[in-house]
């Protein structure tokens, strides 16, 4: 579903246009609610009340489903609005990323490998390690490509 959708926002340019059916967003807004309430509710009575129905067991089981594709394409359709809204435009930061990208790419297996060797013997938790270690390789990757393409490239 999620595929399909991208795909349809991709084919009629979505992201390109401008928003025009504020009516309809307000709308979607307001009712989007109910089916996600509904789902949790059917969920939650359905576990603990195993076997007791409140109409029969398939239009149970298909209101259930039902509210769930609802629930689902009203949170895609928020995420969509949103990303349409607020993140689609680029900024400094996320230039500098997008020019970064390929070059930390090729180079953050290395640096992974070197901030994880210093990391080997330490005592701290391995989730904390992971953490640290996937903030750490991204920040430093990064910091080495801008650091090479401002300092060295540019000398060059």
Known sequence: MIFLLGSLCCKLRIFESEWKNK????ILHCTG??????????LIYSLIYPGKYLVSEIFDALF?????????????????????????????????LNRNSYYV?????IVMGCLA???????????????????STYGASNLIVYAYRKVIKSAI
């Open 23 to 26: 009516k309809l967003d307000l």
């Open 117 to 135: 060797l210093g990391m080997l013997h330490t005592e701290i938790p391995s989730l904390l390690k992971y953490l640290i270690l996937t903030v």
């Open 33 to 42: 609610w109910i089916p996600i309430n509904l789902y949790i509710f059917l």
């Open 64 to 96: 259930i489903r039902l509210n769930f594709t609802l629930s689902l394409a009203y949170l895609l359709y928020v995420m969509i609005t949103t990303f349409r809204q607020y993140l689609n435009k680029q900024g400094k930061i996320s230039k500098e």
């Open 105 to 109: 790419y090729i180079i953050h297996v």
